[in-house]
Nanobody
């Protein structure tokens, strides 16, 4: 069993930056692909970014490409999402998730992920 805890959310002005962290306990994340998803009020949960177990593959939603960077630190058992040039439309609850069976790939579908954190709120003011 893997427990995931997100942190780093908050209120920021448009154009600003935040770094989200996802710390894992219960098991090492070294063999898991990891993803970040977000859900805004009244909208469905959407894919943001994912990283393979090795860190060698990443994938981003078109809406965040060039602004967000996903990374992982195996020693700290933590995954990060660096968010730059934030826009009001980035406002959402952000969730990290762990995928046990991705292998060397990354997957964009929420249904593929086995473990989820509780979320951290990101609010971008205009």
């Amino acid at each position: 069993q893997v427990q995931l805890v997100e942190s780093g959310g908050g209120l920021v002005q448009a154009g600003g930056s935040l770094r989200l962290s996802c710390a894992a306990s219960g098991r090492t994340l070294s063999s898991y692909a990891m993803g970040w998803f977000r859900q805004a009020p009244g909208k469905e949960r959407e894919f943001v970014a994912a990283i393979s177990w090795s860190g060698g593959r990443t994938s981003y939603a078109d809406s965040v490409k060039g602004r967000f960077t996903i990374s992982r630190d195996a020693a700290k058992n933590t995954v990060y999402l660096q968010m730059n040039s934030l826009k009001p439309e980035d406002t959402a609850e952000y969730y990290c998730a762990a995928d046990r069976t991705a292998g060397i790939m990354v997957r964009l579908q929420a249904e593929a992920y086995d473990y989820w954190g509780q979320g951290t709120q990101v609010t971008v003011s205009s």
